[in-house]
């Protein structure tokens, strides 16, 4: 039962890190962007929705609501007015403007809001659980995540496949030129498919607070989470976010289970593992 447990643990722990990998995916997807503050992103949400219960006194999950809009917004000023700057051919430019981006967000989180750890209560879902048997049981805020995750991953793919602005991204996807030539503004196209990856942040960084501490230095390790993730369920593949969260997921909680020091690393080893045997992914970009 306890590795039965461990498994189930390391599902639903897919769940979040998928909701982190979704709006990497996409922007991967559509415009071979390599965003490496995309973590720092996740925690700047974190914090913003710390700050919206503090502040205005609102119930956690209305507060990540309410930020999602703001952090949507904010992705698409971000691309139109930077971001768009430095596409092109050469990788190089993008990965020294976010690298340059993190830097700046890690130090402005930490001049205001110091180095100490801070968590969001979730209030009685904390320790809410459903009891499948003997030493089973699944908590009912990672149990949420995991809803939340398919309910995130089901609407981008509806967006994509039944929306005007679906088919727009998905042409600009696969040949921008000949979309630009044909009138389309291909800057504002990635301006919104940026608005949407951040609008998923804003969902992952408030259920993240409320799942374990973050402090401003988190954002590597939610990239590399979310790197990895993408990685194994397939470049461009939405449900291959999900398939390669819960393959991560389950990974860190069996190591965990096997020796509390093996947690991370056993994540990294499949991760290794899965990239050494099927470069490609789980999923292939054609599976949305």
Same mark, same amino acid.
């Given at each position: 039962m306890v590795w039965i447990n461990a498994i189930l643990q390391g599902v639903l722990l897919g769940g979040l890190y998928a909701l982190f990998a979704a709006g990497l995916s996409l922007m991967f997807g559509v415009m071979r962007f390599i965003n490496l503050a995309h973590g720092d992103f996740i925690v700047v949400a974190a914090y913003m929705a710390l700050c919206t219960v503090d502040v205005v006194g609102f119930n956690p999950f209305a507060a990540v609501l309410l930020i999602v809009p703001a952090m949507a917004l904010a992705g698409y000023l971000l691309q139109r007015f930077l971001f768009n700057r430095v596409l092109g051919q050469d990788i190089l430019p993008p990965v020294l403007v976010t690298f340059g981006l993190s830097i700046v967000l890690q130090n402005v989180l930490l001049e205001y809001f110091g180095g100490n750890s801070q968590r969001l209560s979730?209030?009685?879902?904390?320790?809410?659980?459903?009891?499948?048997g003997p030493n089973v049981a699944i908590g009912a805020l990672p149990m949420l995540m995991f809803t939340a995750a398919v309910l995130v991953i089901l609407l981008l793919g509806l967006i994509s496949y039944h929306t005007p602005i679906g088919r727009m991204l998905r042409a600009t996807a696969d040949d921008p030129e000949t979309v630009g030539l044909?009138? %389309?503004?291909?800057?504002?196209?990635? =301006? @919104? !498919?940026? %608005?949407?990856?951040?609008?998923?942040? =804003? @969902? !992952?960084?408030?259920?993240?607070?409320?799942?374990t501490n973050f402090d401003p230095s988190a954002g590597p390790i939610r990239l590399l989470f979310a790197f990895e993730v993408v990685i194994i369920g397939g470049l461009g593949s939405l449900w291959g976010t999900l398939a390669g969260g819960i393959v991560l997921g389950i990974a860190q909680t069996v190591g965990g289970q096997?020796?509390?020091?093996?947690?991370?690393l056993a994540g990294h080893l499949i991760f290794l593992a899965i990239l050494a045997a099927r470069p490609q992914g789980l999923l292939s970009k054609g599976t949305p």
């Open positions: 979730a209030g009685a879902l904390e320790t809410a659980s459903l009891s499948l044909m009138g %389309a503004n291909n800057a504002h196209t990635f =301006a @919104i !498919a940026t %608005a949407i990856a951040t609008a998923v942040v =804003a @969902i !992952a960084g408030g259920l993240f607070a409320m799942r096997i020796d509390p020091r093996f947690q991370l």
